[in-house]
T-cell receptor, first 110, second 112 residues
């Protein structure tokens, strides 16, 4: 079965640079979610989109923005990167109550 | 606020042992409850879920029952395998919200 696709899988950036993470949901899933998992931590909800509109917002820094496109894929844009942004970023998608997670993008900020 | 508390790890067991990972929640209302598993270097996989009181979720030999009276959702497996070694996250979600609230995770090591 098709799963959530995230790219890139690994990304290394320097402080103050920008990064763009991409997420391709499971076909026919209309809702996309972004989570951040710091080292040894539980995932924290950042933001979600339903039918290209922001649906819910969590602890997303103002330096981050996201959007969902007409083909339902989503991008998380991160600017002025800080060392503390180093984490695993998960995208999940759903068409109902259960969220299905992608493999994550590991971002390292040096 | 709403939260999930699960037993701290790591939990180390021998192969074929019985597994219990405790999970309790605090919530204003009646959320859906989930167990997710994260294998080394991989993403989160939905293991099982329960959407209302007394529901039992099961998958791959794992089970958990939604206990409203004790606000618990303990994960059990009768005979663990080395391949079950992973981090297990208990989680809750309300239908009114998009976010899933996760516990801190429990690392499980199974020795051959």
């Amino acid at each position: 079965a098709a799963g959530v696709i995230q790219s890139p899988r690994h990304l290394i950036k320097e402080k103050r640079e920008t990064a763009t993470l991409k997420c391709y949901p499971i076909p026919r899933h209309d809702t996309v979610y972004w989570y951040q998992q710091g080292p040894g931590q539980d995932p924290q909800f950042l933001i979600s989109f339903y039918e290209k509109m922001q649906s819910d917002k969590g602890s997303i820094p103002d330096r981050f923005s996201a959007q969902q496109f007409s083909d339902y894929h989503s991008e998380l844009n991160m600017s002025s990167l800080e060392l503390g942004d180093s984490a695993l970023y998960f995208c999940a998608s759903s068409s109902g109550p259960s969220q299905y997670f992608g493999p994550g993008t590991r971002l390292t900020v040096t | 606020g709403d939260s999930v508390t699960q037993m701290e790890g790591p939990v180390t067991l021998s192969e074929e042992a019985f597994l219990t990972i405790n999970c309790t929640y605090t919530a204003t209302g009646y959320p859906s409850l989930f167990w997710y598993v994260q294998y080394p270097g991989e993403g989160l996989q939905l293991l099982l879920k329960a959407t209302k009181a007394d529901d039992k979720g099961s998958n791959k030999g794992f089970e958990a029952t939604y206990r409203k009276e004790t606000t618990s959702f303990h994960l059990e497996k009768g005979s663990v395998q080395v391949s079950d070694s992973a981090v297990y996250f208990c989680a809750l979600k309300f239908s009114r919200d998009d976010k899933i609230i996760f516990g801190k995770g429990t690392r499980l090591h199974i020795l051959p």
